[in-house]
């Protein structure tokens, strides 16, 4: 278990209010993922680090910001929330000791009303 | 860019009955496959994966895959389906650099006893 973290689990927010969601590992992988997830179009990529301060695109990043100030959390922040954004997000680990496979978080469900 | 598509949004078997969940890639270079299984309220969990080694892949709970470059797919299987293996099934797809993970829209399968 590569010890990932999400917080929170649940949240409600009126739109335009920043956001910010957290991704807390425990074993010191490089590479972390953000995705969302929506009915009909599985899992996209929002944005993914490979490092301390190091990020990077994804597919669908618009609207979305990330940060890494340590190895072991990763913040999603929706500057100004809209409704578009009502999703479920997750973090997801590249194992560094399984070098193909990703090991994802448990989810934080966003609705933005 | 790489790509999946998974047949079927929702299939269902009865208890016993063979699985057969399908993918199709597109990838202008030889591609890593997965399959993740999700169960309710939870994240993804790795099942399979396929990395250029055998051509037929074996993960949890009794699944496998085979991966045919000819058809460019990576069909699920399982010969006999538990009601445990209810769930979502994604299928997904990366290249080398496994920076950009697509996931397909997933497959929802009902067990019925």
């Known amino acids: 278990d590569a010890g990932i973290t999400q917080s929170p689990r649940h949240k409600v927010t009126e739109t335009g209010t920043p956001v910010t969601l957290r991704c807390h590992q425990t074993?010191?992988?490089?590479?972390m993922y953000w995705y969302r997830q929506d009915p009909g179009h599985g899992l996209r990529l929002i944005h993914y680090?490979?490092?301390?301060?190091?990020?990077d695109k994804g597919e669908v990043s618009d609207g979305y910001s990330v940060s890494r100030s340590k190895t072991e959390d990763f913040l999603l922040t929706l500057e100004s929330a809209t409704s578009s954004q009502t999703s479920v997000y997750f973090c997801?680990?590249?194992?560094?000791?399984?070098?193909?496979?990703?090991?994802f978080g448990s989810g934080t469900r966003l609705t933005v009303v | 860019a790489q790509s999946v598509t998974q047949l079927g949004s929702h299939v269902s078997v009865s208890e016993g009955a063979l699985v057969l969940l399908r993918c199709n890639y597109s990838?202008?270079?030889?591609?890593?496959l997965f399959w993740y299984v999700q169960y309710p309220n939870q994240g993804l969990q790795l099942l399979l994966k396929?990395?250029?080694?055998?051509?037929l892949v074996k993960g949890i709970n009794g699944f496998e895959a085979e991966f045919k470059k000819s058809e460019t797919s990576f069909h699920l299987t399982k010969p006999s389906a538990h009601m445990s293996d209810a769930a979502e099934y994604f299928c997904?797809?990366?290249?080398?650099?496994?920076?950009?993970?697509?996931f397909g829209a997933g497959t929802r399968l009902t067990v019925k006893p």
């Open positions: 074993e010191n992988h490089r590479y």
């Open positions: 680090s490979y490092g301390v301060k190091d990020t």
């Open positions: 997801a680990i590249r194992n560094s000791r399984d070098n193909y496979g990703y090991t």
């Open positions: 990838s202008s270079v030889p591609p890593y």
């Open positions: 997904a797809v990366s290249l080398a650099n496994n920076n950009d993970m697509r």
């Open positions: 396929y990395t250029s080694a055998a051509t």
